[in-house]
């Protein structure tokens, strides 16, 4: 069996966490979170954030478009929601999505499970890491400026 690997990212925003999620919870969602630099085109979506909710994805991984598909296997309202790769360039991919209250505000953790086809973490791994950092730091300024911004 492949190595599992773990990525964690979280931010503080100062809305309240209905807010956070609510702003998530948005059909254009991809595209304001999408950083500039990456290349995905999403397919289809469909269900939203609910469980049994899909999204298929065209991402440019490596010199190659491959087709991603998420399948949405929990869903708690202003709490979490998890997605699941059916098919993509992961081994196994979950990505969790918990939000909290802090105070008057909230707090957004992407907590992600993941491991590589092949066994090449040890060649990939550190290259993935870095790029995950990158795209959830832009993930989430852009969260909070969108925020800010009412851009709700």
């Not at 998530?24 to 397919?43: A, G, Y």
């Not at 049994?52 to 994805?57: P, S, Y």
């Not at 290259?127 to 795209?135: G, N, S, T, Y």
Request: glycine share 6%.
């Amino acid at each position: 069996m492949d190595r599992m690997l773990q990525f964690s990212h979280q931010s503080c925003f100062s809305a309240p966490v209905e807010r956070l999620f609510a702003f998530h919870e948005r059909d254009d969602i991809f595209t304001l979170l999408l950083p500039p630099w990456q290349r995905v085109r999403v397919i289809s979506r469909s269900g939203g954030l609910q469980t049994g909710a899909r999204v298929e994805f065209r991402l440019l991984f490596g010199p190659f478009y491959k087709t991603w598909v998420a399948f949405h296997t929990e869903y708690e309202r202003n709490r979490l929601f998890t997605d699941v790769q059916e098919k993509g360039p992961f081994a196994y991919w979950r990505h969790q999505h918990i939000f909290q209250r802090d105070g008057a505000g909230s707090i957004l953790r992407d907590q992600i499970e993941y491991s590589l086809p092949l066994s090449l973490d040890p060649v990939l791994g550190w290259l993935i890491e870095k790029d995950l950092r990158r795209m959830f730091d832009y993930r989430h300024k852009a969260t909070a400026k969108a925020l800010f911004d009412g851009i709700e």
